[in-house]
């Protein structure tokens, strides 16, 4: 039986040399025949394709390199192959299907965001993209998330990050099983890498041992400003290491650590970095065990904190004490720039939304999202009148357009105001009074994608006193 196994391993390694050697057409003419059966059978072998292809590129090159490797083409690559965006994800790839791909993008120089996940690329998919980053020099953007990796593939990747090779800036890795020892080799190669700007981490089996390896790192960073480690296990020791890692960074804006069990240590270890931290503008620990003490511990960083814009905590065993602790740590900060808080499934009373409302009055920016209110649920909820209708009417009054009361509000001009900015200047302006809930009602309807923008520019062509403006806003 050993025997046997031994000649099956020998047969399907033969197999495998097969497929990745270039036949003799296509090879340098200079090559020696021993050449096609040395080294790694996961080499490219065109990083001369010029001379290894005969002037093979493009599409051809890709349909030549999939008859290489006995795969079925994916017509929507060759398609869209002198296109900036390819979008292969879930087209069931493997290491072969990703290997032909890697082939035709090594001397491609228009494509520049790549989407592969779910493709079951697997460590040897991703040896091959890292081979093919080192020649590109076009790829910016590339999601390998869901595709089994493993700690040999993130290896692969972090020999790529460590030598800075290629031209990448935005890098998913999401959901790859990536443990103790990716966190490990990832991190190391992190700490020197100056391209990487945005990295996706979530959905991997980092535990406080991996958090503890990201925090050096962080530490160490100057280039990452966008960080995903959302649904890990990085807990109260992982978290601990990462405030350390926060406290000395200087680059990092957004970091997202939800569904990691982080409990009251960690963010009270949170709070203690915001003390000194003047980068980070977003911070996500939704779903991650903290009660009133540790929104307490949190906040005497955001008492003092003079950057952060966007703290998201829901479902967290908060009470009006916790919403009350957070609300009041912003009205203390003279110098804070928060914008949103999301306590969504809390449930608050009446003097928290007196404090609410006084502090929006000299906080016109800030909003902040909590469930129900004590004592409404089962009486009629206040009618708040349409904030459209109300716009409305002012127009018709004044025989105005959408746009000329948009315009006076919008002091750069560019037809795009800010939704902070325009929040501020809806509760300043005294044309048409409208409360928290109405303005923040507006600018769900105005930015219904939330990309934190409200964008009137298609207004202007807009007759003064149009019935349908409101029509229009609700269709949109």
Known sequence: MENESEKDTADQNEEISDTSETPEPLSPPEAPAEKATQGSDIDLEVKDPGRAFAGVTGAELYLEACRLMEVVPVSHFTQNLAKPYINLNHHGLGPKGVKAIAIALVSNATVTHLELEDNGILAEGAIYMAEMLRENCSLQELNISNNHLGTEGAEAIASLLLDNASYLYA??????????????????????????????LSHNEFSEKGGQLLGQMLANNTALEILDLSWNHLKRKGTVALGTGLKGNGALKILNLSWN??????????????????????????????????????????????????????????????????VTSVRKNP??????????????????????????????????????????????????????????????EHNLRL???????????????????????????????????????????LDRNQTGIVDYSHLKEQKPAQNRVEGKMKEE
């Not at 103790?180 to 100056?194: D, F, P, Q, T, V």
């Not at 609410?356 to 708040?384: A, M, N, T, W």
């Not at 509000?409 to 509760?427: E, W």
Request: hydrophobic content about 40%; aromatic content about 4%.
């Open 261 to 326: 069990s982080i409990g009251n240590e960690g963010a009270q270890a949170l709070g203690e970095a915001l003390k000194v931290n003047s980068t980070l503008v977003h911070l996500d620990i939704s779903n991650n065990q903290i009660n009133n003490e540790g929104a307490k511990k949190l906040c005497r960083g955001l008492e003092v904190n003079g950057k952060l814009e966007v703290l998201k905590m829901a479902n967290n065993p908060l009470t009006v004490e916790g919403a009350t602790a957070l």
């Open 335 to 396: 110098n804070s720039m928060m914008e949103e808080i999301n306590i969504s499934n809390v449930l608050v009373n009446e003097n928290f939304i007196k404090l609410l409302d006084f502090v929006c009055q000299i906080r016109p920016e800030l909003d902040v999202i909590y469930g129900e209110v004590e004592g409404r649920i089962s009486k009629i909820p206040k009618q708040h009148p349409s904030p459209m209708k109300l716009i409305q009417k002012y127009l018709n």
């Open 403 to 445: 746009w000329d009361f948009f315009q006076k509000i919008d002091k750069d001009g560019n037809m795009k105001i800010p939704v902070t900015a325009f929040r501020r200047a809806m509760i300043q302006q005294s044309s048409i009074p409208l409360d928290r809930v109405q303005i923040r009602e507006l600018v769900r309807q």
């Open 171 to 200: 890098l998913q890795l999401s959901g790859n099983n990536f443990g103790e020892e990716a966190a490990s080799c990832l991190a190391e190669a992190l700490m020197g890498n100056y391209q990487v700007k945005k990295l996706d």
